[in-house]
């Protein structure tokens, strides 16, 4: 081995993680992706003692387990071989062949001469002890540690996937973490712990220690679901847009969705995206909706209305501007478009205005509070052409006092969603994660237009003239 790739080896975690796969899958290629970058960046922060507790969330097949359960470790021993590390996954059988691959590196020829200090004394099959004391430790979720202390503990996957579902299943896998393996380090101050593992439900592992606070989280969704900048080094950054893949020589988005079709969204979302809600919702439940392939004929003579929840700041971590756009037919609500953006107000006006001249709005709802406040005064002072003169709308109580009192509407069988639309998902997940998701904004627009249709039941000549003076007081024919 050359003196350059030996010290590449030894100082730079990705470049071992390279050379692990090649040994472990021999003969398969190595498809190098920042994601692994990212990965050893958060691995050598726990190594130099700047992170002592990481999670990381990733989807199926993406190396998670051979760069942290199988290359950090051995790249860790052979430079102090007097380690002692705990590896927990959820079957003995992925743990016994995580352990089966750690042996594959450390028996290797290169790696012997790369650590030569780093010698097994013993093997038991589930514990590997070095000639300086340190160990590897093999185990799965609840098995015994009596006995047993760990510089640094290792959870790959915690959960069977059958039984994720259930919370007897999840609250023993939480109990144990928090009850036996944490008092497992031998220094409560220097201890180090990784969780690295795919979403299976909000009340996971994962779930349950972003609950917590205090953990270092490289959330890596197979699709973006918003901007972000990923750190994949010391100064070096990856700027990663809504919508960009994770590893697209691995998984196209052809190959992405044909998944997404064969296991279904909800498992998708969790698994792949990262972002798991619970399979019948939480304040809305998902067999309340009703769902259409197109609108009824009576949609002719209905009318449009369209709800705006605006957000002035454009940061990657503040919600979106939302404009849900409803055919009302009667006491019948069918949401027929979404848009969703982060705009700088003069952008968010317009898009008002376009959204509104596109579908012939009869009403435009805009929140009175906060920064709808301005965008309303505005579009009301001065009304562009080809929208209604805008409706501002105060909103009172809580976000999830104002959904609740709306939610017997679409318990009713009220509220009518398109059964194939790009926003589909994204809607879904939002409202039946609500109020424990991370946005709420299409929340807050579908519970603003359904308080106001229920004090709108049906529009009559007066109120048509009145809603539609922005466009000369003349009713236009409606058409999506």
Known sequence: MRPVVAALLRTEL????????????????YLSNWHIDAIAHQLMRV???????????????????????????????????????????????????LHRQFRMVIESGWYQALFPAMRPAKDTGTELVTTAGGSRYATT??????????????????????????ETARKRVTDWFGGTLV?????????????????LHQDDLAGHLLQAGAWQHLDLP?????????????????????????????????????????????????????????????????????????????????????????AMMTG????????????????????????????????????????????????????DAGPG????????????????????IKPEGSKADRMAAQSFRIEAGQVHLPADAPWLDDYLLELLAFPHGKHDDQVDSTSQFLKWAANHPIFDDLELNIISVGRGGVRLPIAI
């Open 141 to 166: 979720v609840g098995g015994t540690l009596t006995g047993r202390g760990a510089d640094l503990i290792i959870v790959d996957d915690p959960h069977k996937a059958e039984e994720a579902q259930s």
């Open 373 to 392: 406040m301005a965008m309303l005064q505005d579009l009301q002072r001065d009304t562009p052409n080809g929208m209604p003169r805008p409706l501002g």
């Open 183 to 199: 008092s497992r380090l031998n220094d409560k101050d220097t201890g180090r712990i990784i969780v690295v593992m795919q979403r």
């Open 222 to 310: 197979a699709t973006a679901v918003e901007d972000s900048d990923i750190p994949i080094g010391k100064h070096r950054v990856v700027r990663r847009r809504a919508g960009d893949l994770l590893h697209p020589q691995r998984e196209s988005k052809l190959v992405l969705e044909r998944i997404k079709a064969e296991i279904g969204s909800l498992q998708f979302s969790a698994q792949y995206q990262q972002r798991p809600v619970p399979l019948e919702g939480n304040l809305i439940r998902r067999d309340w909706f009703r769902f259409f392939d197109q609108l009824p004929a009576a949609a002719a003579a209905g009318y449009v209305v369209q709800s705006w929840d605006t």
């Open 316 to 367: 990657q971590a503040n919600d979106y501007s939302v404009c849900t756009t409803w055919r009302v037919i009667k006491n019948d609500y069918y949401l027929v478009d979404l848009y969703r953006g982060r705009h700088q107000y003069p952008d968010l006006r317009r898009a008002v205005a376009a959204l509104a001249g596109r579908y012939n709005a009869d009403a435009v709802l805009v929140e």
């Open 47 to 97: 190594h130099d003692g700047e992170c002592s507790r990481l999670l990381v969330n990733q989807p199926p097949r993406s190396l998670k387990s051979l760069s942290v359960s199988v290359s950090f470790v051995a790249w860790l021993l052979g430079h102090d071989p007097s380690r002692r590390i705990i590896v927990v996954s959820y079957a003995s059988e992925l743990s016994a062949e």
């Open 14 to 29: 990705r470049y071992f993680i390279h050379k692990t796969f090649t040994t472990v899958f021999l003969g398969s290629e």
